[in-house]
């Protein structure tokens, strides 16, 4: 059965040495971030891009999804221990996650955290290779008018489920498309100013770093400093009672399905589903009186269904290259660095890459599981760094990164000049995701635009006629419709949609 | 920026009959409204800067027809941004509380870190090449090192110290990239 075969051959990927330890590596480095607040997956990410190019492709996004799931993990571990969320899809988990550290139950916890996240992480794993290659089957049948509707959608996804008001959200899409087309791209040169690095037009990876590492940065010094209040409880045993576990075993499985489908919705699954998550628990608890006191469905739940959401978000952006925030724009930028464009094709023309990693995800989880746990001592003494020096570190990673991927000054300096911006755009409440993106499928959809236009003679009208057109086209005006009704908007307002 | 100062709620203690006038300041220097000047300013910027670019026709697009298009679409929204909020009601709660973190009053010293973190990114570009590696990076940090209030100058030489150090041995030994150290 193909199916077999192809889980078969992506093991044989993820398990060869090289991508054993990026995966290692890629969760280390994920934990670690996820535990310190102030930084996060999308910065990391976006900061290690330059360091893929050195490494084949597979390895490359293997390393970052390690960064990426690794983090919701450190986030959770933060959480519990802390009562501080690394992430915002560890905020749930801090509520009765910290109670169980307080009454010295933080070992079960963690441990449920962990196990919870693995058995998400498997069905999650599982589903993905299950239901990808359909989707992508769908997805070759696609032209240009098809994959212009696709980026579309996936372009307005973004937008319309960003943070704050739409109008500038969509505004910041619109200037990332204007940084799109600057360059020589369509023969002729647009916006370059007489300057020859412009020639080749702006590079995705200083603007990701500079608009959301340095930008980060910048927020985070401007912002008073935070009291750290370390709590040395000690962790104790780690084992979970009977009693955890006979409560547990339902709240992941049902974690684990909410996650799993709350992960494919474009724009902030995993936060979403962290949250229905607890709600359900708290519906489903025989005495819901003990939710927040540290019950541990509490746990249990919302961890799997992150960890689960974490997984399957990797689906729109592998089949159809739609991605479903910050982090997957990133990445499909980093896949597009190495000459792959992510979307139907990724499948048939790279196999190795798509299965590999899917499998890799898997292997990451157990490592988070058996590597982890132990190392958590550690991840406490680090959060005693204090943000003064953390920062400079990161500052030269940023630098060096920028620099070493193209040996470009110019490039060097557009980070520093996108990290003023990106502040001033955080400061004046518009969303930088949108603008990301914008710069990263704006040439594609150019491109695809003009294609389907001389397809059909110059006639609009083909966006319609094509019947996978014009579903993609009527999902994103429902996506619009639905958000902007007064009580999803509230809602979503108040939810703090991750970066992700 | 010293606008913006005005929005931040540094005229907190604004007595009711001074509200009117600074009703007036508020609605101009709200987040919003400078958002959409800068938005149609860059609209116009783009449409100034390819009033040349060949249109073409839709079935075959010319350099300039996307562009020009988005630059309009920008200043649509531009214009929309400010209208809407010269509309709603300025002492209505943002539906942007949830960037609260990112709200502390912008005072002068707050520029401090941007134009630290920028000076410093900058200046690596510049040295790396000309001074090459070690001096890139001690001057990288000795300029970020202004960018926190909390940092001390004997704190800082030593990072910068380290980190170039290590810097070195994870660049250069172990990945290998070829940068001269001076």
């Known amino acids: ?500 | 920026m010293t606008v913006n100062t005005l929005d931040q709620g540094a005229l907190g203690q604004s007595s009711d009959a001074g509200r009117a006038k600074t009703f007036h300041w508020r609605t101009l220097a709200s987040n919003d409204v400078i958002c959409g000047i800068a938005f149609i300013a860059l609209a116009l910027f783009g449409l100034w800067e390819s009033h040349d670019y060949p249109m073409g026709t839709a079935l075959a697009m010319g350099p300039g027809y996307l562009p020009r298009l988005l630059c309009l679409v920008l200043l649509a929204l531009g214009v929309i941004i400010i209208i809407a909020d010269l509309r709603s009601d300025p002492s209505a709660q943002p539906s942007e509380s949830v960037l609260a973190e990112y709200k502390v009053p912008l005072t002068w010293s707050s520029l401090v870190p941007v134009v630290a973190v920028s000076l410093s990114v900058f200046t690596f570009g510049q040295l790396i090449e000309r001074s090459g590696f070690v001096l890139a990076m001690l001057a990288t940090v000795l300029i970020g090192g202004f960018a926190s209030r909390e940092s001390r100058p004997l704190s800082v030489i030593l990072t910068a110290v380290i980190l170039t150090l290590f810097n070195w041995v994870v660049f250069v030994v172990a990945l290998g990239v070829p940068l001269r150290p001076w």
């Not at chain 1, 724009?267 to 003990?290: L, N, W």
Request: include cysteine; hydrophobic fraction near 50%; charge should be neutral.
């Open chain 1, 1 to 500: 059965m193909d199916f077999i075969s192809n889980i078969v051959s992506g093991f044989s990927v993820a398990l060869n040495p090289l991508n054993l330890g990026l995966a290692l590596v890629g969760c280390l480095i994920g934990t670690l971030v996820g535990v310190l607040p102030g930084i996060g997956p999308v910065t990391t990410i976006a900061l290690l891009l330059p360091v893929t190019f050195y490494l084949d492709p597979t390895s490359g996004l293997i390393m970052l999804a390690g960064i990426y799931y690794g983090a919701a993990y450190g986030g959770s571990t933060a959480a519990i221990l802390l009562n501080i969320p690394g992430e915002n899809s560890a905020v749930m988990t801090c509520i009765d996650g910290h109670q169980m550290a307080k009454q010295n139950r933080a070992g079960p916890a963690l441990a449920i955290a962990a196990i919870g996240s693995l058995f998400a992480g498997s069905v999650a794993t599982f589903f993905i290779a299950l239901f990808a290659p359909p989707l992508a089957n769908v997805g070759l049948a696609f032209g240009a008018p098809e994959y212009f509707s696709l980026l579309l959608l996936g372009l307005m996804s973004v937008v319309i489920l960003a943070r704050g008001s739409i109008p500038k959200a969509l505004a910041m899409a619109v200037v990332g498309l204007l940084l799109g087309t600057v360059g020589m791209g369509t023969g002729t040169e647009r916006f370059t100013f007489d300057s020859v690095e412009l020639m080749d037009g702006i590079g995705f990876v200083p603007v990701a770093i500079g608009i959301f590492g340095l930008s980060e940065i910048i927020a985070n010094l401007i912002a008073p400093a935070e009291n750290r209040v370390v709590v040395s409880s000690k962790i104790g045993s780690l084992w979970p009672t009977r009693d955890d576990w006979r409560r547990s075993w339902p709240a992941i499985l049902r974690g684990t399905g909410i996650g799993s489908a709350l992960g494919i919705l474009p724009g902030g699954g995993v936060s979403i589903s962290t949250f229905a998550a607890y709600a359900v628990e708290k519906k489903v608890a025989k005495d819901s009186s003990r939710f927040g006191k540290g019950a541990i469905e509490g746990v249990a739940g919302p961890e799997s269904a992150n960890n689960a959401a974490a997984q399957t978000s990797f689906i729109p952006m592998l089949t159809l290259g739609i991605p479903g925030g910050a982090v997957m724009a990133v990445m499909i930028g980093g896949l597009m660095i190495h000459g792959i464009q992510p979307g139907p094709r990724v499948m048939i023309e790279r196999p190795d890459l798509f299965w590999g990693l899917i499998a890799s995800m898997w292997v990451g989880n157990l490592m988070l599981l058996v590597i982890n746990l132990p190392l958590i001592g550690i991840w406490i003494q680090l959060l005693k760094v204090p943000y003064r020096y953390l920062y400079l570190a990161i500052l030269t990673f940023a630098c060096l990164g920028v620099y070493t991927l193209n040996n470009s000054v110019f490039e060097v300096g557009m980070a520093a000049f996108f990290g003023a911006v990106g502040y001033a755009c955080l400061r004046l409440g518009c969303e930088l995701p949108p603008l990301m993106l914008g710069l990263v499928l704006g040439p594609l959809m150019e491109e695809n635009l003009r294609r389907a236009m001389r397809i059909s003679g110059g006639d609009p009208r083909i966006f319609i006629d094509r019947p996978i057109s014009l579903a993609l086209l009527v999902v994103t005006v429902a996506l619009f419709v639905v958000l902007l009704l007064p009580r999803v908007r509230k809602t979503k307002d108040r939810l703090a949609l991750d970066d992700a």
